[in-house]
Each structure stands twice: as C-alpha cells, then as structure tokens.
C-alpha cells in the first residue's frame, strides 16, 4: 500500500520545495559539467564525421584519374548526328574520315495481293514451307482453315525462324502479309506452298524490298544487315540514323581531353573542399578567442599533413618532365588550396597528352598514392575510426556518470526528506505542547490576560 506524505503539516514549512531546492543544488553544478563536456565530445564527433566525408568525397574524384583507361579514351563526333553517329575505343586512331550514308537496312515484306473477303475466310488446306538465310521451317494448314487461322499458326510455329504474319484489309478486302523481323538481304523471306496453299504463295507481291545499310568511308564500300557498323574504322562503331546518297559528311576521331580536362578539374574542386574543411576544423581566432572543434589534435594534424606530403611529391619513373602537378599548371595558392592555370593545362593536354596518364594513374601516381593514403586514414582501426571510438567511450563513461548521479541525489533527497519530516514532527510536538500549556495557564485561578 503506498504512503501518503504530508509535509509541513507539524511546522507550517513547505518541506518539498526546501528539499527540492537543495537537491536540484547538489545536483546542478556536476549535471552542468557533464552536460558541456557531452556536448563538446558530440561537437568533435561531428566534426571528425564532416572530415571523413570531405575525405571520402576527394577519394571519389581520384577513381577516373587512377584508372589508365581514363587516358586512352577516344571521342568519335559525327558532323551531322541525324545522319550518323558515331563512338570509339582506345584502338580508334585520331583523325578525320568521310562518311557517306548511301542506303540503310530494310526488312523484307511480301503480301497476297488479291484481296480475301475478310479474316474468316476459309483458304484451304496444304503447307506452307519458309526460307530465310539458311534456315527453313513448315507450318501444315488443315482443310478448314481461315486467313486468321493461318496468320496465328505462322506466328505460333516451332522452330520459326524471324517471320511474322498479319492481316492487312484495304478496299481489294483482306491480305495475308509475312514480314522478316530483321533486316538485311539475307533476311529475305522466301515461302512456298502445297495444295490449296500454293496458289497463295503464288500470289504474293513484295511491299518492302530486303535492303542492305551501305555505307562509303574514305572511297571504302561496306554492307551491313542492320543500322551498325562496327570495326570498318578500327576501334570505331558507326549507327546510322537516315540515309543521305552522294552527300558526303564527316567523322572525327580525336583524344578525349575534354573528359580527362574534366576529370583534373573534379581533383583539384574536392582537394580544395577538403583543405576548406581541414582548415575550418583547426583554425584559430586570436581577436575572438576561438579555435576550431580539432584545432591542435594530432590525429587531425596528421592527417593533413599525409595528404599535403603526397600532393608535393613528384612522380618517380616516368623518365619525362611532365613529372609533377606544377608541370600540368596545378600549383599551392592560399590557405593550402590549390588551382589551375587554365591556358597551362590545356595547352599540356594538346601537347603531351600521352604522358599524363604517369602523372595520376600507376603505382606512384599522384591519383594512386592519394587513394591509398586516404584508404589508410578512413578505414576502420584507421587513425580516424580509433579517434571517434575513443570519444563514443567517453560519451559511455558520461551515461555512467550520470547514473551514479543520479542514484547519489536519489539518496540525498531521501536523507533531506527524512530529517526535514523529522524537523517537522518535533515542530507539531512542539507547538502541540505550547497549546496545551497555554490552556492549562489560562484555566489557573487569578489569571489575568489582556485583552
């Protein structure tokens, strides 16, 4: 059964707001402690967290550049893309071709060309007997069969090599069509019938010729049974669009700077952005008084550091000068950041573009090295990942702490409780006793009061 507590009852005091006001005095001055330093190792967790994220993000912008294959790219420009466009392999050689789109490829299609009276009329009995580049199958057609029926045991026949059937009704009536699902003149459709049916076979008229893609490249002729042609330029993939005879348009392979310009440009944007936050992170405002949440922490300092000693150290090696970002126009500007001379950069891409490949990719390349390092920092058991375990155990110690506090304030405010209810029994007693011997004088003989 719970209690009931009446406090003040004896003495008049309000014990509960007197022992609420000492404890919440114990309890203040160490919560408040603990509170602040919570806050700060939270504040420092964040802060390592937004410095793996910058970390992580210049790591991603390294993944092309230490990829080789980044620097054997080949674009392929069409000069008239609804014509004919165009894309390439490392194998392409640079240069210009002339291209003539002469015909483009066209499925074949033949059809009935007397009319039926509608889908249901009966054709008559036989087979139907189909040839298409090298390959054959039959279709038998039972004495009772409609145009439709037929159309539907075309489409449905096992082994049907790439022949399709329809029913196309014009003001003659009806017409059975077979058409080839591919193009190209070896796709052709060749079908010949038996009883009943060979006078449909007979009847049949082409719609659409079998065509050839044809195309001229430099005074070379060259077919294709589909829209792409592939490997008549080496390394080289040509998709046709439409055809244009006699007109004679252009295809211009080149070295894909523009890519590996871009790519340069993505590096030194997410080294810059690290830098920002490496310098955010440790800075200090002597006017204000303030430092940066890492400001002074070797983990941090270290980290900078590494990564600054690889962006100054030049690539062993490569045997050539272009050895060094300084040589590509990439040079330390303020605060640790980083920039490009523009007119330095391209004109090393027009020039040597073949040797910049060594510069990020390779062993000791710069894209390679930085990776690896960066790897080394944010994995786990990494410098990084011990500095945040070690304050997510400080975070422990303090939930801890707080427990103890908590039980010890519990403890104290039950000793208040418990004398302050003690203070207020005696208090009771005492006044108790006071009234008494106040009735008991007034009730002796003689007394005088005043009124």
């Given at each position: ?9 004896g ?12 404890v ?8 408040n402690?603990?509170?602040?330093k ?12 937004s410095?793996?994220?910058a ?7 390294l ?28 194998a ?12 483009l490829?066209?499925?074949?299609k033949?059809a009935?060309?007397?009319?039926y ?19 054959s199958?039959?279709v ?5 069969n ?8 075309v ?24 058409s080839s ?12 019938g ?29 077919t ?5 042609f592939?490997g008549?330029i ?5 998709d ?7 007109e004679?348009?252009?295809l211009?392979v ?8 871009k790519?340069?440009?993505?590096f030194?944007?997410s080294?810059n ?23 002074g922490?070797s ?13 100054g150290t ?29 007119a330095?950069?391209?004109?090393v891409l027009?020039?040597?573009f ?12 710069y ?9 080394n920092?944010t994995a ?30 519990a403890?104290i ?16 007693q005492l ?11 007034d009730?002796?003989p ?6």
């Amino acid at each position: 059964m719970a209690s009931v507590t009446a406090s003040g009852i004896g003495s008049g005091l309000d014990i509960t707001s007197i022992v609420s006001q000492l404890v919440n005095a114990e309890r203040a001055p160490q919560e408040n402690r603990l509170a602040s330093k919570e806050a700060l190792i939270q504040a420092r967790l964040s802060a390592y967290g937004s410095l793996k994220s910058a970390l992580s993000t210049f790591q991603s912008s390294l993944s092309s550049l230490k990829n080789a294959e980044t620097f054997t790219k080949r674009s392929a420009t069409s000069s008239d893309t609804a014509v004919f466009t165009a894309t390439s392999t490392a194998a392409a050689a640079a240069g210009t071709y002339s291209v003539q789109v002469e015909q483009l490829a066209t499925k074949h299609k033949v059809a009935t060309d007397t009319g039926y009276a509608d889908s249901a009329a009966v054709v008559g009995s036989g087979d139907l007997n189909f040839t298409q580049n090298g390959e054959s199958f039959s279709v038998t057609i039972g004495a009772a069969n409609t145009l439709a029926d037929i159309r539907d045991a075309v489409n449905g026949a096992e082994g049907n090599t790439g022949v399709t059937a329809s029913i196309v009704t014009d003001q003659d009536g009806a017409h059975l069509v077979f058409s080839s699902s591919k193009s190209g003149l070896d796709n052709a459709v060749n079908v010949v019938g038996t009883g009943d049916l060979l006078a449909v076979t007979s009847d049949l008229v082409e719609k659409a010729p079998a065509l050839d893609s044809k195309i001229i490249v430099d005074g070379f002729t060259q077919t294709s049974a589909n829209l792409k042609f592939e490997g008549m330029i080496e390394g080289v993939t040509i998709d046709l669009k439409t055809a244009k005879p006699g007109e004679s348009l252009s295809l211009a392979v080149k070295l894909d700077t523009a890519s590996v310009k871009k790519s340069i440009e993505g590096f030194v944007t997410s080294y810059n952005t690290l830098i920002t936050t490496l310098n955010d992170l440790t800075a200090f405002d002597a006017e204000a008084n303030t430092a940066g949440l890492l400001q002074g922490d070797s983990a941090t300092r270290t980290v900078a550091n590494r990564i600054r000693q690889e962006m100054g150290t030049i690539v062993g090696g490569l045997g050539v000068e272009l050895d060094s970002l300084a040589e590509l126009g990439i040079t330390t500007g303020d605060k640790g950041k980083i920039k490009i001379d523009a007119a330095k950069l391209s004109s090393v891409l027009d020039t040597d573009f073949a040797n910049i490949a060594g510069v990020f990719s390779g062993d000791k390349g710069y894209a390679t090295r930085l990776d690896s390092v960066i790897g080394n920092i944010t994995a786990g058991g990494g410098i990084l990942d011990n500095r945040t375990e070690g304050l997510k155990k400080q975070v422990e110690r303090i939930a801890e702490q707080r427990e103890t506090l908590n039980r010890r304030v519990a403890s104290i405010e039950a000793r208040y409780q418990a004398q302050f209810s003690a203070l207020d029994t005696l208090l009771g007693q005492l006044n108790s006793t006071g009234t008494f011997l106040t009735q008991q004088l007034d009730n002796l003989p003689g007394a005088v009061f005043k009124k």
